[in-house]
């Protein structure tokens, strides 16, 4: 199974918002609403911080947000901080009853 | 609170298996809404999903690692296992655990541990 499509980085300044997207197949993000983002700070474990393409774990702010469109899922960042700078992460479930992540973007702020 | 801890020998030398463990504080393996994942990051690169289990035994793996890997489960120990089998210095990665939500989730992770394949 080929990984998910992400862009390698994207830039923001702080305040601004950005978007990361994440394209797969109709056997994947197209067929499913299982799409979780996670954010990964060097040194560290991957943080969840969207689930099922638009849910936040309790904690998680709500600058963070997503959508999905088709089989290209979407991270919305609103109002960035110096701390969001990380490496972000989607994954879906699939037809194979299986997971696939995305090839990560790195968030420069 | 959920706790997962990933623990087994650093390194390994190549064509032997790698086994790592996995233990769960904080939360039981026998929740039926939860699968057990096991997800390694190479070097500097993303996140490979190796596989999950639930506590009834039923297992599912990613079809590039499917012919070499094992995941098992010890609910008395509420515990659970990865084996690798034939590695190659291509397995070195840092190996996490992880409680899955659904089976469609990876939801809470462990700190992870890295594996180094070397003679």
């Known amino acids: 199974q080929s990984a998910l499509t992400q862009p390698a980085s994207v830039s923001g300044s702080p305040g601004q918002s950005i978007t990361i997207t994440c394209t797969g197949t109709?056997?994947?993000?197209?067929?499913?609403?299982?799409v979780s983002w996670y954010q990964q700070h060097p040194g560290k474990a991957p943080k969840l911080i969207i689930f099922e393409v638009n849910n936040r774990p309790s904690g998680i702010s709500s600058r963070f947000s997503g959508s999905k469109s088709g089989s290209t899922a979407s991270l919305s960042i609103s109002g960035l901080q110096a701390e969001d700078e990380a490496d972000y992460y989607c994954s879906s479930y699939t037809t194979r009853s299986t997971e696939i992540f995305g090839g990560g973007t790195k968030l420069t702020v | 609170q959920l706790q997962l801890q990933e623990s087994g020998p650093g390194l390994v030398k190549p064509s032997q298996s790698l086994s790592l463990t996995c233990s769960v504080s904080g939360g039981s393996i026998n929740n039926n809404t939860y699968y057990w994942s096991w997800i390694r990051q190479h070097p500097g690169k993303g996140l490979e999903w190796i596989g999950y289990?639930?506590?009834?035994?039923?297992?599912y793996y990613n079809p590039s690692l499917k012919s070499r890997v094992m995941i098992s489960v010890d609910t008395s120990k509420n515990q659970f296992f990865l084996k690798l089998t034939s590695v190659t210095a291509a397995d070195t990665a840092v190996y996490y655990c992880?409680?899955?939500?659904?089976?469609?989730?990876?939801?809470?992770w462990g700190q992870g541990t890295r594996v180094t394949v070397s003679s």
């Open positions: 289990i639930h506590h009834s035994g039923s297992t």
């Open positions: 992880a409680r899955d939500l659904g089976g469609y989730t990876p939801f809470n």
């Open positions: 109709n056997n994947d993000v197209g067929r499913y609403n299982y």
